[in-house]
């Protein structure tokens, strides 16, 4: 009996060694070969990460690959222009058509913009620059967050927000509940009736919002496979 019970727990012993192995290897790779841009937030949730870089290949709908270069500047923020020369600043806050990786700074929507308000504006002695923040699957209440964190920071002529017709949603914890099961309203803020800014109360959140196994590339890539 003794001897059943000592092979019980040296089993077990192993195989819990044997999973925190895999679980840090699995950590390596995701934080060596593929880092987020993405860090977990205290007040918005999850946020771009300060003064990243990441070059990286994406593939089209149409399966064809192409290179991406993505950066962050020291507030998390998405750049393209001359900021020491520009006229005028441009603060783009958005969800993931903003924020994401699926295209170069320098290929974005606003970036794209950019230049052409360069290029018609060049007689008028005009130049523009833009930062571009946010994040994949924000609502529009982080997006409102964020703005007056980074009014303290910079001060942008024109603002603009991007948005989609669920970021409405998103702001909602009843309808978030029933239109989504992933991590984003675990970790998301909602504005509550009374006006304060409050999480969800599910013991999930717990889990998707502690820095450690909220932070963790593992414990995301499990989410994405069982998501349904």
Known sequence: MNHSKKRFWRSLVWSLAICLLAIG???YFFNTM???????????????????MRNLTQSSLDGKSYSVSFS????????????????????????????????????????????????????????????AGGGG?????????????????VRPDIFILQFCENDFVNNHKEWESISIVRSQKYRR???????TT??????????WRNPVLGGSRTFNFIDILTIS
Do not use: C
Request: no cysteine; hydrophobic share 35%; aromatic share 12%.
């Open 72 to 131: 962050t500047n020291e507030n998390g923020l998405r750049t393209h222009g001359d900021l020491s020369s520009a006229k005028t600043k441009i603060l783009v806050l958005g969800d993931s058509h903003t924020a994401e990786n699926y295209v170069s700074n320098n290929a974005m929507w606003y970036s794209v913009m950019v230049e052409r308000l360069n290029a018609t504006q060049n007689l008028l002695g005009k130049e523009y620059f833009v930062w």
């Open 34 to 52: 593929k880092p987020s841009q993405y860090q977990l937030d205290p007040e918005l949730g999850w946020t771009l990460k300060p003064n990243f």
């Open 137 to 153: 699957g924000w609502g529009s209440y982080q997006e409102l967050l964020l703005l007056r964190r980074l009014l303290k920071q």
């Open 198 to 207: 409050s999480f969800s109360d599910e013991w999930k959140s717990t889990l």
């Open 189 to 195: 803020p909602y504005l509550d009736s009374n006006g």
């Open 25 to 27: 290897i699995s950590e």
